[in-house]
Antibody, heavy 120, light 106 residues
Framework: QLQLQESGPGLVKPSETLSLTCTVS??????????WAWIRQPPGKGLEWIGN???????YYNPSLKSRVTISVDTSQNQFSLRLSFVTAADTAVYFC????????????WGQGTLVTVSS | DIQMTQSPSAVSASVGDRVTITCRAS??????LVWYQQKPGKAPKLLIY???SLQSGVPSRFSGSGSGTDFTLSISNLQPEDLATYYC?????????FGQGTRLEI
């Protein structure tokens, strides 16, 4: 059974780059019909899809964030990562990684989420 | 982008009641609709996929229906543990979009 775990700094300064890694356990990150996804949730607000990547490195980004987002995959480490540049306070959120089924269109399972605060 | 609109934004109900939450897509998405339950401080949990298919392990008091642009999530015989926020998500096309959430108060 797949398990996902986010890791990375909980505090990032404005204008700097947010970097998070999601470690996948319980199975290989190399699998078909599956993307690896990042989703965020500002405090007290709803869910926002950031983007997906497949094991070959093909990416799909939210147009609202595309200019600042890079998602990458490291199959040797069974990890995928998120970089969000030029952050502001509006990027303060709980960041979730998740598995996306391309055949069904669901996100499952999810990581527990990690709070990233943008503040000087 | 496909906009997802949920209503109501919040609902209060009692144990044993039946509650219905609506999700409307800005354009047709066939049955590419997913429902999640999110409890405070937790990651969302998959409830229903392809609009009406119940995820394994989810109690049968949860049900989903609809296709095209209009969808509903119904919860019958409400239990205290159903206190949560519920989100719909369209899986028809990128960018993937979520509804704004419906907070259920018991």
């Amino acid at each position: 059974q797949l398990q996902l775990q986010e890791s990375g700094p909980g505090l990032v300064k404005p204008s700097e780059t947010l970097s998070l890694t999601c470690t996948v356990s319980g199975g290989s990150i190399i699998r078909s019909n599956c993307h690896w996804a990042w989703i965020r949730q500002p405090p007290g607000k709803g869910l926002e899809w950031i983007g997906n990547i497949d094991y070959s490195g093909s990416t799909y980004y939210n147009p609202s964030l595309k200019s600042r987002v890079t998602i990458s995959v490291d199959t040797s480490q069974n990890q995928f990562s998120l970089r969000l540049s030029f952050v502001t306070a509006a990027d303060t959120a709980v960041y979730f990684c998740a598995t996306y089924s391309t055949s069904i269109g669901w996100f499952d399972p999810w990581g527990q989420g990690t709070l990233v605060t943008v503040s000087s | 982008d496909i906009q997802m609109t949920q209503s109501p934004s919040a609902v209060s109900a009692s144990v044993g009641d039946r509650v219905t939450i609506t999700c409307r897509a800005s354009q047709g998405i066939s049955s590419f609709l997913v429902w999640y339950q999110q409890k405070p401080g937790k990651a969302p949990k998959l409830l229903i996929y392809t609009a009406s298919s119940l995820q394994s392990g989810v109690p049968s008091r949860f049900s989903g229906s609809g296709s095209g642009t209009d969808f509903t999530l119904s919860i019958s015989n409400l239990q205290p543990e159903d206190l949560a926020t519920y989100y719909c998500q369209q899986a028809k096309s990128f960018p993937i979009t979520f509804g704004q959430g419906t907070r259920l108060e018991i």
